[in-house]
Nanobody, 124 residues
Framework: QLQLVESGGGLVQPGGSLRLSCVAS????????IAWFRQAPGKEREGVSC????????NYADSVKGRFTISRDNAKNTVYLQMNSLKPEDTAVYYC?????????????????WGKGTLVTVSS
């Protein structure tokens, strides 16, 4: 089992920034690609960004390109999502997920483990 715990969510004004963290424990986390997904009320879960197991490759949804940056520190078993220039439409519960056989695809069906999520609210 791989346990994933997200943190860093909260209320932020439009144009503001937040940094989400996902701490992994259990199995060897650096064997897994880690992705961030989000789900807004009444909407389907959406892939946001993914980083490969080594951190050498990344992928972003078009809606966040240029605003969000994903990174990982394997020594700390932690993946970060730096979110800048936040918009009200970024409001959602953000989940991190780990996939053993994923490179950087934003495919929820390829993920093996999920965290419980952290709420991000962008509002004035």
């Amino acid at each position: 089992q791989l346990q994933l715990v997200e943190s860093g969510g909260g209320l932020v004004q439009p144009g503001g920034s937040l940094r989400l963290s996902c701490v992994a424990s259990g199995l060897t986390p650096d064997n897994y690609a880690i992705a961030w997904f989000r789900q807004a009320p009444g909407k389907e879960r959406e892939g946001v960004s993914c980083i490969s197991s080594t951190g050498g490759s990344t992928n972003y949804a078009d809606s966040v390109k240029g605003r969000f940056t994903i990174s990982r520190d394997n020594a700390k078993n932690t993946v970060y999502l730096q979110m800048n220039s936040l918009k009200p439409e970024d409001t959602a519960v953000y989940y991190c997920a780990a996939g053993r056989w994923v490179i950087v695809e934003l495919d929820p069906y390829g993920m093996d483990y999920w965290g419980k999520g952290t709420l991000v609210t962008v509002s004035s």
